[in-house]
């Protein structure tokens, strides 16, 4: 069966579509010894390689799974780094066929929640704009704001790339508004390039001092995940993703690779447990206390072994020690 390389290499978990679109204008993607072309159809007898090295569509597929990022500011969100600098590929787990993709992007100031999937159709509609999939920041401003400088930015102003606006715009908690930096919740529906900072800097004398991402769609970042790692999402949160872009509910993840990702919010590493020592037991230890159980439901006294050892026979009355050999006893 074959389908547009586009939809193929993102359902392998290539890239996202855009992206693969983008790897294919640049000459990146070739199809039996040519340069692909968008819309091409490609199938699995076909001989793929992407930046010169061969590429296979597995017989293995891996249920579509979402992992919770939290970046922390100096990340970049980017496989490679000329200057060497930090990623936030460095420490995900490894996948059966297929690689990670960035739901959007962070820039390097920017902190806070990143999702990544190994589906590229999930990652193509949560990114797309048709499906307008809300974006919720912490931002921390500074300057004077008043209720007509929140209007105009909900109304919407012109930017270099067209007009922009938020969604909502609340104060955070314990915002008196008399503070020269406030922090504010505010939502956008696109994930244009800086779209926060820019909006917010657009009018004079506003300055954004942080910025956090708070929210993607239905999943919020909460508590519990440590800067620089990442957790797997819930049942609920992928379910949740999935029905707010026009997709099937998953199938439950069975991969040994994803149910040791459990223990990834501590850390990042993704390795099993092993049962504490405590809990093992040998065969030969169970079979004594299997046997003195029995024993003692009887009525009978026995003799606690010692490391598992048979208990020693009680020696006759009279009957001379190892070391007292030949000398009396001293009893009558």
């Not at 590429?55 to 990340?75: D, H, I």
């Not at 993704?270 to 504490?276: D, W």
């Amino acid at each position: 069966m074959s389908e547009r390389i586009q939809k193929a290499l993102a359902g392998a978990g290539v890239a996202s579509r855009r992206e693969i679109e983008r790897m294919i204008e640049e000459g990146r993607i070739e199809v039996n010894g040519r340069p692909a072309e968008p819309g091409q159809k490609v199938s699995a007898d076909d001989k793929i390689r992407i930046d010169g090295r061969p590429f296979a569509f597995s017989r293995q597929t891996e249920p579509t799974r979402v992992l919770l990022y939290k970046k922390r500011v100096g990340e970049l969100v980017t496989r490679d780094d000329p200057d060497g600098r930090r990623t936030v590929f460095r420490k995900l787990p490894v996948l059966l066929n297929g690689r990670w993709i960035a739901v959007g992007r962070l820039d390097i100031n920017t902190s806070g929640l990143l999702l990544l999937t190994n589906d590229g159709e999930l990652a193509r509609r949560l990114m797309h704009p048709s499906f307008e999939i809300t974006r919720a920041y912490s931002v921390r401003i500074h300057g004077v704001i008043d209720h007509d400088l929140v209007r105009r930015l909900k109304s919407g102003v012109e930017l270099d790339d067209g007009p922009a606006r938020f969604d909502a715009m609340v104060p955070g908690v314990n915002e008196d508004g008399e503070a020269s930096n406030q922090w504010f919740r505010v939502t956008v529906r696109q994930g244009r390039n800086r779209l926060v900072r820019r909006l917010i800097e657009s009018q004079p004398g506003l300055q954004v001092s942080r910025l956090i991402r708070v929210a993607y769609g239905p999943v919020e970042l909460g508590r519990g995940i440590k800067s620089g790692s990442w957790r797997e999402a819930e049942p609920d949160e992928l379910d949740a993703l999935l029905k707010a872009v026009g997709m099937q509910p998953a199938e439950p993840v069975r991969s040994k690779r994803a149910r040791s990702a459990r223990g990834e919010a501590a850390g990042g590493r993704g390795k099993v447990a092993s049962a504490p020592r405590t809990q093992r037991v040998s065969r030969t230890a169970a079979r004594n206390a299997t046997d003195v159980s029995g024993a003692r439901a009887a009525g009978r006294t026995v003799a606690k072994p010692a490391s598992g050892k048979a208990p020693k026979k009680p020696m006759p009355s009279g009957t001379a020690s190892r070391r007292g050999r030949g000398k009396p006893s001293g009893r009558s």
